[in-house]
Each structure stands twice: as structure tokens, then as C-alpha cells.
């Protein structure tokens, strides 16, 4: 079957299967996409004279069959095709003939492909918003509910001060707030039209990129063509930096989680159907699930230097090796999505232990209590730590269980609620209503295009003590 580039000649079999690579396979993931760039293209070339309002009418009608397909499962890239562009533009020539060949005017697929990445992108990252949401949202909730249970906090994973698991869950929702302000931050920078810009030099034709710009819901243009084409590799790469810190939280939680659900610990336990067993070691309950997160992330975690190396010494202009992108985005998006689920699912079951600290070799842990209790009776502080340290040495340190944290942030004071707010403030200052109202004027049923919020969890703060009720308690305690 010819390719939209050829002129006559055909290419070696075992060329095109090189340079065709996986591009049938992923570029499944973009077909609504160019579905909706070829949707916006065409109603500008109507304006600008280079098709009928009936060949407009016509086309859109056949596109809007095409998406349909593609909601369907039913969207095929036929053997002998070579990717989503051309399979797309031989189904509109297929049904409408010369019509059909008319929608590349103006076009390359260079900007084909970065269009339909770039609306690919912005809807996985609100996707990705929405998972983060929800996992945000059951954490806030688990640091409420157990934000009374003592556990040990630790540096160089020796036992250090007292932590309790209201700290422990609420930090990682905290990580989460810096993990979305990131993702915004790559929202913004891929958010930016570049279509029309051609092979990365323009075009002769009176294109109206403003118009869509509007037409896709894009926030802004690349204005210069040449940096429009220099986008590829550079939108991947932005949003790998936030992917890689999310990452980074999930793969931390993790690893706790296989700390603290080894005997070793003890501190939380999960149901005998959310972890796995051993060949010949019948007691076992091995944590899988954390373990595969962790591991999962960590090579999301490397997702920045894969696509730096693949473009570091790339020149202006296209090149080929930029098809590798999306090896390399496509499937890290769909890990990122998949262990967030899987982490929220696996809190949802979490058991925690309510009495840790009733191990006496927890009994040092509040030596730093005892050393600030004396210094407010009055002793200096370095006088109260050697007292404290020659109570240690000598076997005869004694200290009850009371901590008496009241500032921002601590064991008393969760700021929980600041911390919901802080999350709220900046996912709301993401602006996917734009693209929203703007696809849906293109394709006006609106289906599996936005990302699915069925079941999706809403903020809530409701606890069971608020944060100024506890350290009243603690005040009395004192």
C-alpha cells in the first residue's frame, strides 16, 4: 500500500519494517486525537478558501464515523499501513475520493504527530489528575482516622523520635501537592498549539493558526514554527519530570510499606488476598504488590534521562529518532496510571497496628521528650541532653508515652485541612474546562475522550478530632 510520502518507488521490506517500528501498536492511543486535529485543520481550511463549505460538511460528517469507530474498538491500522495519519486520511479517500485527499493541504505529518501527541498528553495528564486526586483523597482520610497511633519515626533507619501514622499518611498526600504543581507546570508547557507548523518551516498558505488554537482548546500557540517542530522530545521530556516525581512518592510509600509490613516491624498488615504466598514456605504473606510498585516507579524514575539521551544531540529540524518517544512515554503513562490505582486500592485494605509502642525496644524513643521536658523546666539544653544520655548509658532512662507536639505540622497538629486546600488551590488553577468546551464543539458526543472520573473520589475533610481539639487535649495532658 503506498505511503503518504511516496512518489513511485517502493521501500525494502525489511527498511519498512525497521522504520515503521511500533508505530501500528501505539499509535492506537492517538487515533482520536488526529481525528480531532484533522476536525480543527479542515474547518480552517474552509475559512481560508482551500475546501467548500460542502467538502467541509462532507469531511467532518466521515470524521465524525471515523471517531465513532475508534469509541467502537472498531478502528483498525491495516496491514501495509504505516501509521494513524495515513490510516485515517485512506479511510476519508476510501468513502469520499478526492475529497478525502484534501484535507493535508497546509499539513505535514511532522505537525500531524506533535498535535496529536500534545492532545494525547494534556488528556492523560488530566487522567493522571484525577488518579492523584483520588489517592490524595484516601490518604488525608487514613492520616483522620489514625492520627492518635503512635509509631516510631526513624533516621538511618534507627529508631529516632515518635511519628504516628496521621504524620506517615498525611506526608505522602503533602508529596503528592509538589508532585501536582510539577504536573501543572507541564500541563502549561504542553498545552501550546503547533499546528501549521508544517514540516517545521511553515507554509505558503494563508493559514489561521489562532483559529485552531481556539478550535483545539489549546491555551496558546507555538509561535515559531522552527520551535513548534522543536517541541518534540521537549513535551515528553517535561512531562517525564513530573511522571518521575510522582513516581518518586509512590516508590517511597512503597518501600515503607514493605518495611513496615515485615515481621520485623509489624506495624500494618494487609488481607491474605492482597498478598502472596511462598513455593515451599507455607507462613509467608509477601507483599507483591508494593514490592512491583516500587520497582515500577524506580523505572519510571528514569524516564528524564531515556528521553535526554534519545534527543541530546539532536540538531533543529526532524529526525526519525524522534518516533522512539513513544516507546518510551506511551507505556510509562499507562505504568503511572496502573500502580496509582493499585496504591489506592492496597490502602484501601491497610490495617494498622494500634499499639507499637508497647515494645519495650521502643522505650528510647522518646529520650528527645525527656531532654525537652528538663529544658523547659528551666536546664539548658546541651546540660538536659547529657542527663538525659547518662540515664541512657547507665540503663536507667524512664519516660512515659506523652508527646506534646503542637506546632504546624506535627504530631498534634496535623494541618491536614491546609494541606487539602494547597491541593484543591492547584488543581483548580489547571484549566482543563477549556479543552473540554472546545472538544466538545468539535465532536459534540463526547464519550472516552476525557478521562474517566466514574467512582471518583471527592475531597473531604472530616475528622473524627479536629487539629485544634487535639492539641486542647495535649494542653491538658501537660
Known amino acids: 500500500m503506498a505511503k503518504l510520502w511516496e512518489k513511485g518507488t517502493s521501500t525494502n521490506k525489511h527498511v519498512e519494517a525497521f522504520t515503521v517500528g511500533k508505530d501500528r501498536e501505539l499509535d492506537i492511543h492517538l487515533a482520536p486525537f488526529d481525528v480531532l486535529g484533522t476536525l480543527a485543520h479542515i474547518t480552517m481550511l474552509e475559512t481560508i478558501g482551500l475546501l467548500t463549505e460542502e467538502e467541509l460538511t462532507t469531511l467532518k460528517t466521515e470524521l465524525n464515523n471515523i471517531y465513532q469507530l475508534i469509541q467502537n474498538q472498531q478502528f483498525v491500522i491495516e496491514p501495509g499501513v504505516e501509521d494513524v495519519h495515513s490510516q485515517v486520511e485512506l479511510l476519508l479517500t476510501q468513502k469520499l475520493g ?5 484535507v493535508h493541504s497546509g499539513r505535514s505529518r511532522n505537525d500531524q504527530v506533535l498535535v496529536d501527541m500534545k492532545l494525547f498528553l494534556r ?7 484525577n488518579l492523584m486526586e483520588s489517592l490524595f483523597s484516601t490518604l488525608i482520610q487514613l492520616s483522620e482516622k489514625h492520627k492518635e497511633v503512635l509509631i516510631p519515626g526513624y533516621t538511618h533507619l534507627q529508631i529516632a523520635m515518635p511519628s504516628s501514622f496521621g504524620l506517615w499518611f498525611g506526608a505522602y498526600a503533602e508529596s503528592l501537592t509538589d508532585d501536582l504543581e510539577l504536573l501543572k507546570a507541564s500541563y502549561n508547557v504542553v498545552n501550546q498549539n503547533p499546528l501549521g507548523s508544517a514540516a517545521g518551516y511553515g507554509s505558503s498558505f494563508p493559514l489561521n493558526r489562532q483559529l485552531t488554537t481556539d478550535l483545539l482548546g489549546f491555551s496558546n500557540l507555538n509561535y515559531n514554527v522552527v520551535y513548534a517542530q522543536m517541541t518534540r522530545g521537549k513535551s515528553e521530556q517535561t512531562l517525564s519530570y513530573a511522571m518521575a516525581g510522582i513516581a518518586s512518592t509512590l516508590s517511597k510509600m512503597a518501600m515503607d510499606m514493605c518495611l513496615y509490613n515485615s515481621q520485623n516491624f509489624g506495624f500494618v498488615s494487609f488481607p491474605d488476598e492482597f498478598t502472596t504466598g511462598s513455593s515451599i514456605m507455607p507462613h509467608k504473606k509477601n507483599p507483591d504488590v508494593w514490592e512491583l510498585v516500587r520497582g515500577k516507579c524506580n523505572l519510571i524514575k528514569s524516564l528524564p534521562n531515556q528521553i535526554s539521551l534519545l534527543t541530546s544531540n539532536l540538531p533543529s529540524g526532524y529526525h526519525r529518532d524522534l518516533q522512539l518517544l513513544k516507546e518510551q512515554i506511551i507505556p510509562a503513562l499507562d505504568e503511572l496510571k496502573a500502580t496509582l490505582k493499585m496504591t489506592e486500592l492496597m490502602l484501601a485494605k491497610i490495617q494498622v497496628k494500634t499499639d507499637v509502642l508497647t515494645d519495650p525496644k521502643y522505650n528510647y524513643l522518646f529520650s528527645v521528650e525527656e531532654v525537652n521536658r528538663l529544658v523547659l523546666a528551666g536546664v539548658p539544653f546541651r546540660d538536659a541532653y547529657k542527663q538525659v544520655a547518662q540515664t541512657i548509658g547507665n540503663g536507667d532512662f ?5 508527646v506534646t507536639h503542637i506546632h504546624e505540622g506535627s504530631i498534634g497538629n496535623l494541618y491536614n485541612y491546609q494541606i487539602v486546600e494547597k491541593f484543591k488551590k492547584i488543581k483548580e488553577s489547571i484549566n482543563f474546562e ?3 468546551l472546545a472538544i466538545q464543539k468539535l465532536i459534540p458526543k463526547l464519550s472516552d475522550l476525557t478521562p474517566r472520573t ?13 487539629d485544634l481539639e487535639f492539641v486542647a487535649i495535649h494542653k491538658t495532658r501537660e
Open 98 to 102: 478526492d475529497v478525502g485527499k484534501k
Open 123 to 129: 488528556a492523560e495528564m488530566e487522567e493522571i489528575t
Open 398 to 402: 524512664k519516660s512515659d508515652h506523652t
Open 434 to 436: 477549556q479543552a473540554h
Open 454 to 466: 466514574r467512582g471518583k473520589k471527592r475531597f473531604t475533610y472530616s475528622p473524627r478530632r479536629t
